[in-house]
């Protein structure tokens, strides 16, 4: 399994997901953590703050946009489209909204079913690499868990999905406007002796093992 998680856009280690990825160049890139915001909101910071696909076109990488509410309840459909990518690449915003596109679509079970098999790597900032982890109690001090843009279901998404087996919160001490409400939910974590990894702004989680598996005892016990 290969995982690269960003508390910040690409970060500091663009060497390491080049290595990842080989001789893969195709890259699928989630933004429904965003889809609360307006189209026209999310034109204005792609085109004025942050376009992902310059900055992989950047290191060699084709990227495309992949919108997960066009497979809500069509995991087939998405399983199928998936094969055509080497890397999918979520981006940051609401990790709730960003799980809650991950079920309805199907692609939480795929993703891991494809990591299983090494086929493709997982890669996201912020809540794409939040929603990595066992469990997304405590990260409600971050995010709004009630988000839900037209189109998504009423019920929040508490569990991960479970590639790690420890929470991830990204914007740690950094020059970031969530960088209090990280240092709570580190707080918090740490209150609960759940096993947490914290990522300042740049920095990276690599992962080339296998899947983690100690995911039940976290989830009890932050229960």
């Known amino acids: 399994m290969r995982l690269y998680l960003s508390s910040y856009r690409i970060g500091d280690r663009s060497g390491a997901l080049l290595a990842l990825l080989g001789n893969g160049k195709r890259a699928a890139v989630i933004s429904n953590a965003k889809d609360a915001a307006s189209p026209a909101a999310r034109e204005i910071c792609r085109s004025q703050v942050y376009d992902p696909h310059a900055e992989f076109a950047s290191l060699g990488i084709s990227a495309e946009d992949l919108d997960l509410r066009d497979y809500f309840g069509e995991a087939d459909r998405l399983a199928e489209k998936l094969q055509d990518f ?115 702004d740049g920095e990276v989680i690599v992962w080339t093992g296998p899947r983690a598996a100690a995911v039940v005892p976290l989830l009890q016990r932050i229960a």
């Not at 609401?94 to 692609?107: D, I, K, P, V």
């Not at 299983?116 to 971050?142: C, H, Q, W």
């Not at 988000?147 to 279901?153: D, Q, V």
Request: hydrophobic share 40%.
């Open 86 to 200: 080497d890397l999918v690449w979520a981006v940051g915003g609401n990790a709730f909204t960003l799980r809650r596109a991950m079920r309805q679509s199907g692609f939480d079970r795929i993703i891991v079913e494809m990591l299983d098999r090494d086929d493709i790597v997982y890669g996201g900032f912020s809540a794409g690499a939040v929603v990595a982890a066992p469990t997304l109690k405590g990260m409600e001090l971050m995010d709004d868990p009630t988000e839900r843009p037209a189109g998504y279901a009423p019920e929040i998404d508490w569990e991960g999905l479970g590639l790690v087996d420890f929470a991830i919160v990204p914007h740690y001490r950094s020059r970031h406007p969530e960088t209090n409400a990280a240092e709570q939910a580190h707080k918090h974590f740490a209150t609960h002796r759940v096993p947490c990894r914290t990522l300042r």
